[in-house]
């Protein structure tokens, strides 16, 4: 069974510049979450994708878009990049139809900005 | 105000202590609350889970949910160097996979 994996680990880009940001969904996992985790801080809900559709959003402005994949791959598109946005993106997938299953987490890709 | 709050430590204890750790949260929508474990660079993982009030054990771990006074606790017995990690309490009204929100983090140092 593959885990969660994300692309790249590290990343540095400039204040203003565009990023894409990859996951690969576990085996058997049809949901995906994002979420951001700022150094010391807990990880910030983006939002989640099921089946193709977002299901849900967090607090963060537009810049922040995704895309799930029919394969259930996922893709984290940032904007406008701000000097704020530095921080370790963390994608988790799960089994959708399950309210009490388990986030699975990747082991993140850190985003420097400069 | 924060929905949910941690205290950050650090905290060191000596091999073998028992350890507990908190959070206390505002939103009494919140039903499921979950404890996560983070190891330096890594992602984290689940611990423990437990659906609205109640205590929950496994191995040696105990996870506690008091409702009426918003307040969630992990017990860690016979700690040991392995357990040192960032402890993140994470909580949700939507599921246990969907839109969590999750405390600061409390960093745990067990010092053999």
């Known amino acids: 069974e593959t885990g969660v994996t994300q692309s790249p680990t590290h990343l540095i880009k400039t204040r203003g510049q565009q990023v894409t940001l990859r996951c690969s969904s576990q085996?058997?996992?049809?949901?995906v979450s994002w979420y951001q985790q700022a150094l010391g801080q807990g990880p910030q809900f983006i939002f989640q994708?099921?089946?193709?559709?977002?299901?849900g959003r967090g607090n963060f402005p537009p810049r922040f878009s995704g895309l799930q994949f029919p394969n259930y791959s996922s893709e984290l598109n940032v904007n406008a990049l701000e000097l704020d946005d530095s921080a370790l993106y963390l994608c988790?997938?799960?089994?959708?139809?399950?309210?009490?299953?388990?986030?699975?987490f990747g082991e993140g890709s850190r985003l420097t900005v400069l | 105000q924060k929905e949910v709050e941690q205290d950050p430590g650090p905290l060191s204890v000596p091999e073998g202590a028992i350890v507990s750790l908190n959070c206390t949260y505002s939103?009494?929508?919140?039903?499921?609350f979950m404890w996560y474990r983070q190891y330096s660079r890594k992602g984290p993982e689940l611990l423990m889970y437990?659906?609205?009030?109640g205590n929950k054990e496994d191995g040696r771990f105990t996870a506690q949910v008091d409702k009426s006074s918003k307040y969630i606790s992990l017990f860690i017995r016979d700690s040991q160097p392995s357990d040192s990690a960032t402890y993140l309490c994470?909580?949700?009204?939507?599921?246990?996979?969907?839109?969590?929100?999750f405390g600061t983090g409390t960093l745990l140092a067990v010092q053999p």
């Open positions: 988790a997938s799960s089994w959708g139809g399950d309210l009490t299953g388990e986030l699975f």
């Open positions: 085996s058997g996992h049809n949901t």
């Open positions: 994708y099921y089946r193709e559709e977002e299901n």
């Open positions: 939103n009494s929508a919140f039903q499921y």
């Open positions: 437990t659906y609205s009030s």
């Open positions: 994470a909580m949700s009204e939507y599921g246990a996979t969907n839109k969590l929100i």
